[in-house]
C-alpha cells in the first residue's frame, strides 16, 4: 500500500510510520511526504532517510488551488492511503472526493472531546484524568469522520501539557502505524459514523 504523508512541521508520527516499516510491523512503502511549509523538520528526516519528499508551499493559495496541487502530487506518486501526520490545514472536499474513505488523520485527544488545536492542553484545562490520541478517517470537518483507533492516556496530577504531550506522543506513534497496517490488511470495514475491525484472518 502507497502511502502519501502530509506534515507541517516536526515529522515525527511520520518517522514512527517509516520506522515501522523499516522494522517489518507495517506492510506499506511512503511513496511521497508533502510538507505545506517549507524548513519542516520532518522534510529533513525523509531527505535523510532517502524518502521522496518535496515542499508544496500552501501560502497565499486557497484551500481549493492549493488541494488540486496536492492531489495531482500524489496521484503522481500514485498514492493510495493518505496519512494526515501534524499537517495543519482542512481539506476541501473535492480533496475528499478524490480519496474517498482513504484519508487519515491522527489527533492528539479522545475524539470528540478536544478537537482543535492544543488538544493536550485542553485535555489538562478541563481536568480530564484520561487522556489519549485518535485515528480517524478524514471528513470535510475538523477532526471528525469515523474513528479507526483510540489509545487512553492517564492524567496524572503533577502533569504539565509537556509531560501529557510526550506520554500522548509515544501512544501517537504505536497507534497511527496499527491503523494504517489494519487498514493494508483490509480489516476496516466503515459502516456510516462507524468502523468495524474484522478478525485477523488465519494464517
Ligand atoms: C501530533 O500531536 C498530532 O497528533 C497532531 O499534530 C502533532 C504532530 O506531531 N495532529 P508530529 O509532527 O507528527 O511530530
Do not use: W
Request: charged fraction near 25%; aromatic fraction near 4%.
Amino acid at each position: 500500500m502507497r502511502l502519501g504523508i502530509l506534515i507541517s512541521g516536526r515529522g515525527s508520527n511520520f518517522e514512527a510510520i517509516a520506522n515501522s516499516i523499516s522494522r517489518g510491523k507495517l506492510d506499506a512503502e511512503i511513496a511521497i511526504v508533502i510538507s505545506n511549509r517549507p524548513g519542516a523538520k520532518g522534510l529533513e528526516i525523509a531527505t535523510a532517510r532517502g524518502i521522496p519528499a518535496k515542499c508544496i508551499p500552501s501560502r497565499g493559495l486557497d484551500r481549493e488551488e492549493y488541494d488540486k496541487l496536492l492531489i495531482e502530487e500524489l496521484k503522481a506518486n500514485e498514492v493510495e492511503l493518505v496519512c494526515l501526520a501534524g499537517f495543519m490545514r482542512l481539506l476541501s472536499a473535492n480533496f475528499i472526493k478524490a480519496f474517498p474513505n482513504r484519508v487519515l488523520n491522527i489527533h492528539p485527544s479522545l475524539l470528540p472531546a478536544f478537537p482543535g488545536l492544543d488538544g493536550q492542553k485542553q485535555a489538562l484545562d478541563y481536568g480530564v484524568k484520561i487522556a489519549g490520541c485518535t485515528v480517524h478517517f478524514v471528513d470535510e470537518f475538523l477532526d471528525s469522520g469515523p474513528i479507526v483507533l483510540q489509545s487512553a492516556v492517564p492524567v496524572l496530577d503533577d502533569d504539565d501539557v509537556d509531560s501529557l504531550s510526550a506520554r500522548i506522543l509515544a501512544q501517537e506513534h504505536a497507534t497511527y502505524s496499527q491503523a494504517i497496517q489494519l487498514i493494508a490488511e483490509e480489516r476496516v470495514v466503515i459502516e456510516g459514523r462507524k468502523v468495524r475491525i474484522l478478525p485477523e484472518r488465519a494464517a
